[in-house]
């Protein structure tokens, strides 16, 4: 069965700042993966997501992530936050033979400030 | 396109008492699910289909019913509601419930059980 970890609850930072998030999972067969991000009283948005090809994804809002198989991790980064990126965001997989049946993580809270 | 809403946003029941979560999506989408979220939980699948007429159970069915009789609406049902039920409930859909589809998520329903 897959799982997801996300070991920080909440990651304060600095505006302008650089951030990592971190994400590692936990699957027997080839995986996609996603971040999604939810907005204060919001529903769930996708970010960016990994399914074959460059294990570097990137979002259109300066957000990347790496797929590193070796380590199970999926960790999301950006070079400078904007107090707009204050939010939750949540690491997902999907396994191949599962269809859209995403596991999610726990999530982060990511709370920038000026 | 309104994409996926939900109906209520806020609601509160009294334990035993019976109500149905509505959800619809205007993308003529295969695959739709119902997520619940509690704090430092992330999202955990109750159930999902991936067509009218199929339905199955997700992570955490116990105390839901939900049917699909038409492609637009995902209803969720809570039989006879719980405290434990208490949670902010999402629906997603997304296009052919492949793996590695973008799952498009509605804005939530607040539901607390007293």
């Known amino acids: 069965a897959q799982s997801v970890t996300q070991l920080d609850s909440q990651v304060p930072v600095f505006e302008e700042a650089p951030v990592e998030l971190r994400c590692n999972y936990s699957?027997?067969?080839?995986?996609?993966l996603f971040w999604y991000v939810q907005y204060p009283n919001q529903g769930l948005q996708l970010l960016l997501k990994?399914?074959?090809?460059?294990?570097l994804v990137e979002s259109i809002n300066g957000f990347e992530a790496e797929f590193n198989k070796s380590q199970t991790s999926f960790h999301l980064r950006k070079p400078s936050v904007h107090i707009s990126d204050t939010a939750e965001y949540f690491c997902?997989?999907?396994?191949?033979?599962?269809?859209?049946?995403?596991?999610f993580g726990t999530g982060t809270r990511l709370a920038v400030r000026p | 396109n309104a994409g996926v809403t939900q109906t209520p946003k806020f609601q509160v029941l009294k334990t035993g008492q019976s109500m149905t979560l509505q959800c619809a999506q205007d993308m003529n989408h295969e695959y739709m699910s119902w997520y619940r979220q509690d704090p430092g939980m992330g999202l955990r699948l109750i159930h999902y289909?991936?067509?009218?007429?199929?339905?199955d159970q997700g992570e955490v069915p116990n105390g839901y019913n939900v049917s699909r009789s038409t492609t637009e609406d995902f209803p969720l049902r809570l039989l006879s509601a719980a405290p434990s039920q208490t949670s902010v409930y999402f629906c997603?859909?997304?296009?052919?419930?492949?793996?590695?589809?973008?799952?498009?998520f509605g804005p939530g329903t607040r539901l607390t059980v007293l």
């Open positions: 699957s027997s067969v080839s995986v996609y």
């Open positions: 990994y399914l074959s090809g460059s294990t």
């Open positions: 289909s991936v067509g009218a007429g199929i339905t």
């Open positions: 997902a997989v999907s396994e191949g033979s599962s269809g859209d049946k995403l596991t």
């Open positions: 997603a859909s997304s296009y052919s419930g492949t793996s590695g589809d973008t799952q498009y």
